[in-house]
């Protein structure tokens, strides 16, 4: 079981220790308020703001104030690999963690670069190809008991 803030769209991956399929899914939504989450700006895919390569994106996230999530969307110019990097602000503790989707996968920060290091803040970066007229969601989040700050998102074609 998973408990979902908000009635809505959601997009569902399964996978498999050893590759082996099989699966149902059944879905529905019980509104409980020890699960819903504060109104969160940007908070949702249908909210997205719009990104342009080579132009930096900037937003601000504030887990105690509900806002945990930001999200962006890219329409793809031409075919290639894309790469979105996230930086937080200066003197600031923040987690970030950046995840794109586009329809069938999802990649995320983990999996990606880190450019984390004692003397600079939080630095994650994920590459995705992209087909031309494709869109890709990318979400720039922090855990739910991070701190506040800012950062910045930049976006880049790297061949």
């Given at each position: 079981?998973?408990?979902?803030?908000?009635p809505g769209?959601?997009?569902?991956?399964?996978t498999t220790?050893?590759?082996?399929?099989?699966?149902t899914?059944?879905a529905?939504?019980?509104p409980?308020p020890?699960?819903?989450?504060?109104?969160?700006?940007?908070?949702?895919?249908?909210?997205?703001g719009?990104?342009k390569?080579?132009?930096k994106?900037?937003?601000?996230?504030?887990p105690?104030e509900?806002?945990?999530?930001?999200?962006?969307?890219?329409?793809?110019?031409?075919?290639?690999?894309?790469?979105?990097?996230?930086r937080?602000?200066?003197?600031?503790?923040?987690?970030?963690?950046?995840?794109?989707?586009?329809?069938?996968?999802?990649?995320?920060?983990?999996?990606?670069?880190e450019?984390?290091n004692?003397?600079s803040?939080?630095?994650?970066?994920?590459?995705?190809?992209m087909?031309?007229?494709?869109?890709?969601?990318?979400?720039?989040?922090t855990?739910?008991n991070?701190?506040?700050?800012?950062?910045?998102?930049?976006?880049?074609w790297?061949?």
């Amino acid at each position: 079981m998973v408990a979902l803030p908000r009635p809505g769209d959601y997009f569902v991956i399964l996978t498999t220790l050893e590759d082996q399929a099989g699966a149902t899914i059944k879905a529905s939504f019980s509104p409980m308020p020890g699960v819903l989450d504060r109104p969160d700006p940007q908070g949702r895919p249908d909210e997205a703001g719009s990104l342009k390569v080579g132009i930096k994106a900037e937003g601000a996230l504030d887990p105690d104030e509900g806002d945990i999530r930001d999200w962006f969307v890219y329409r793809a110019t031409r075919n290639g690999v894309l790469q979105f990097r996230v930086r937080g602000e200066r003197d600031t503790d923040i987690d970030l963690i950046l995840e794109a989707f586009d329809g069938r996968s999802f990649w995320d920060s983990v999996d990606g670069i880190e450019w984390d290091n004692a003397e600079s803040p939080d630095e994650e970066s994920i590459e995705v190809p992209m087909k031309k007229g494709e869109a890709i969601y990318v979400r720039v989040r922090t855990w739910t008991n991070g701190n506040a700050s800012g950062y910045s998102l930049w976006t880049r074609w790297i061949d």
